[in-house]
């Protein structure tokens, strides 16, 4: 805290230092209020602030799967559509694999235009119901990702000590797929996952 005043030195972790996810919804709301506890014992007038942590329940895009069918209506730029395309893609059945997935969304710059462009959409009922479901789900996952494409100097996490064959089909399918090295168990995954949002020389540790 060198520098900082017990209140800055707060707001500064929350905003900067801590980041969160959780396939669980309930957890997430857990470790969020923890969070804010923990802030509010430094900072009595912390709720006062505005400042809202980093940690969050992953969602899933499945509800906006009608994007295939109907994205020649909308009428956005092309790197709109593509990082939609891409959040909508990359978050299917999030929920399944929740940290797991492998995040690689260049394009997240172009959130904030993506939904500028959705909030002029005009069209059919239908149209006008998917766009709604967007407004309300598409920065959620564009936040989400972010979280997850970003490198960490500690990460940590406590994985599921399962074998893959005690785990879920599909799942099962996507840990062979996507850590061929360390799908024999869901454990070994989660560790090749933290070496993977760890910075070079950063640390990762198992609960």
């Excluded at 230092?17 to 509010?40: P, S």
């Excluded at 059945?93 to 940290?99: N, T, V």
């Excluded at 996952?141 to 879920?168: C, F, S, W």
């Amino acid at each position: 805290t060198y520098g900082y005043s017990t209140r800055e030195a707060v707001q500064s972790i929350v905003e900067n230092n801590l980041y969160g996810l959780d396939i669980d919804d309930r957890a997430a709301q857990l470790a969020y209020f923890a969070v804010m506890m923990k802030a509010r014992q430094y900072d009595r007038r912390f709720f006062t602030r505005g400042i809202q942590p980093h940690v969050m329940a992953i969602q899933e895009s499945n509800a906006l799967e009608a994007f295939e069918r109907l994205q020649g209506q909308l009428s956005m730029d092309t790197l709109c559509l593509e990082t939609a395309n891409q959040l909508i893609r990359t978050f299917h059945d999030a929920k399944e694999y929740g940290s797991i997935l492998q995040v690689d969304i260049p394009s997240l710059e172009s959130a904030d235009r993506l939904m500028e462009q959705l909030r002029a959409v005009q069209g059919d009922f239908e149209l006008m119901a998917w766009v709604e479901r967007a407004e309300a789900l598409l920065p959620v996952l564009a936040r989400q990702a972010v979280i997850m494409q970003h490198k960490y100097d500690v990460v940590v996490t406590n994985p599921p000590y399962r074998g893959v064959g005690d785990v879920e089909t599909k799942l099962q399918e996507f840990v062979k797929e996507k850590y061929p090295s360390s799908c024999s168990d869901m454990s070994t995954v989660f560790m090749e996952s933290c070496i993977r949002m760890a910075k070079s020389n950063g640390y990762y540790a198992m609960i």
